[in-house]
């Protein structure tokens, strides 16, 4: 990360260089003053238009023509803000942007995350809702991908019952050998622990806490909707170990998540 | 994928166009060198470097304000912190924190006094996590000079509400409409509708607690 970073610093501060001795000295001057420079992009197509916002529908207010220079300024979605030379500022698709150079004359090469390069992403946040028995559940998930196959989640949960409330934790293995399509099947499989506790205007013995350790076998399917959210279905097989005693419990969730 | 292919197709296509100009002049001796077609690859130091340099907004937190309609117990003010994380252009996953305080049923009003409630614990919090669509996204005419991009978005999830000492399972449904002041400041206007079944003695009952508020986050 620490390497990657420094890396990432090296060749910004070989990037301004390349800025700096391509312009005028005027600019030499405002590129030292901003810590993080710029990105500058050349247009080379014959045209390149400007939407007024960061998604589908927003019209064309500007374009740019063949040779102009371009920055790009922010990044939301599969969206950049640019502004040209004379500071008109527009949003342009991750696609289009593709299509300029740097003034070096390489190909821009734009960070992307796109259904492709999903598996190549780490990272992923989302939540859950579903049901577990005759309880409600919903989680909160944080996972990363460990091989091309293989991810690992780790959940937070609350669950919802009629007369015991409980909140879980787990860790889960996500197994997914099929990776080219959008809905790919997989299969799931995860230890963890649960706390109930009885509802208080029910409360009438001690023992109104307990613990039980879980684990479960379940599979489901990933839909990949656009660059990088996935919606999922899925269905678990659940062993509950108590004291002294053992459930079994079938549950099913759906799921949304986003991975970075 | 496609932005890779379209990087590799250029460069292809550059040193392409590279090698033909110098076929082109060493024709004119009559001596044709091919010089070998040199694919230049994706920069992925130059990828790393521009990652860096981007500034990529995902993330979008803030809080809000608003009236909250507790079934059988009046309306109460409600106060809340949000935050959002945007998927795609379309889709974003967003987490809510509210609080209110309930007043007094009916009921409790004509024949309570301080002594006699329905309900001991009065404090109604919330949390919930929700899937959001933008729907109409679009633009705001303020005035012929003034415009702002804006958004119309439904959002389904569910949460926990925690009120009446006990927890309960929380169905949210709702409709908002965004509007984005500064590239990083959006005003918002929500209107949701948070369903949970309650005990009430031995019978059980679907309620629906309607919320309005309003509120600003910032992007980044």
Not at chain 1, 113 to 138: K, M, P, S, V
Not at chain 2, 7 to 18: C, H, I
Not at chain 2, 119 to 126: E, G, L, P, T, W
Not at chain 2, 181 to 198: A, G, P, Y
Request: proline content about 3%; hydrophobic content about 40%; aromatic content about 14%.
């Amino acid at each position: 990360m620490l390497r990657s970073l420094l890396r990432s610093r090296l060749v910004c501060y070989f990037f301004t260089l390349c800025c700096v001795s391509s312009h005028s000295l005027a600019l030499e001057a405002e590129d030292d003053s901003s810590t993080v420079p710029v990105v500058e992009l050349i247009v080379i197509d014959t045209y390149l238009e400007m939407h007024s916002g960061p998604g589908r529908g927003y019209p064309v207010i500007h374009t740019m023509e063949q040779d102009e220079p371009i920055t790009v300024l922010r990044r939301r979605g599969s969206w950049y803000q640019v502004a040209n030379r004379h500071d008109k500022k527009g949003w342009i698709q991750q696609e289009k942007l593709a299509r300029t150079i740097a003034p070096s004359g390489l190909p821009a090469a734009l960070p992307d995350t796109q259904h492709g390069d999903y598996l190549a992403q780490q990272g992923r946040i989302g939540f859950a809702l579903g049901q577990q028995g005759d309880a409600e559940t919903a989680t909160l998930i944080a996972g990363f991908r460990l091989f091309s196959f293989v991810g690992a989640e780790l959940e937070y949960g609350q669950i919802f019952g009629t007369s015991i409330d409980g909140s879980s934790y787990g860790a889960n293995l996500l197994f997914e050998p099929i990776q080219s399509w959008s809905f790919t099947p997989f299969i799931s499989t995860g230890i963890g622990r649960q706390t109930w506790k009885q509802k208080e205007k029910l409360n009438v013995g001690n023992s109104n806490e307990f613990d039980s350790q879980y684990t479960f076998i379940g599979g489901g399917v990933n839909y990949y909707i656009g660059y990088n959210f996935v919606v999922r279905g899925e269905y678990r097989q659940v062993s509950l170990t108590g004291d002294n005693d053992s459930l079994r419990n079938s549950a099913w969730r759906i799921g949304f998540s986003s991975f970075f | 994928m496609a932005n890779r292919f379209q990087q590799l197709l250029l460069a292809a296509l550059f040193s392409t166009s590279l090698t033909s100009i110098s076929a082109s002049v060493l024709a004119e001796d009559g001596d044709v060198e091919i010089n070998p077609i040199i694919v230049v690859e994706p920069d992925n130091k130059q990828r790393e470097a521009y990652e860096a340099q981007i500034d990529s907004e995902f993330f979008e937190v803030g809080a809000y304000v608003g009236i909250l309609a507790i079934e059988d117990f009046g309306s109460s003010a409600v106060l809340g912190v949000k935050a959002s994380f945007h998927a795609t252009e379309d889709f974003f996953l967003q987490a809510n924190y509210g609080q209110a305080e309930a007043g007094q049923s009916t009921a409790e009003y004509y024949f309570g006094d301080d002594d006699i409630s329905i309900i001991k614990d009065r404090d109604y919090k919330y949390y919930n996590l929700l899937v959001g669509y933008n729907l109409f996204p679009g633009e705001t005419f303020v005035t012929q000079d003034l415009t702002f991009n804006s958004a119309f978005y439904l959002v389904a999830g569910a949460g926990n509400t925690d009120f009446a000492d006990d927890n309960h399972f929380t169905i949210t449904v709702g409709s908002g409409y965004r509007v984005i002041l500064k590239d990083w400041l959006t005003v918002n206007v929500d209107f949701r509708d948070h369903s949970f079944e309650t005990e009430i003695g031995p019978k059980t009952k679907r309620t629906h607690n309607l919320e309005f508020s309003t509120g600003l986050t910032a992007f980044f």
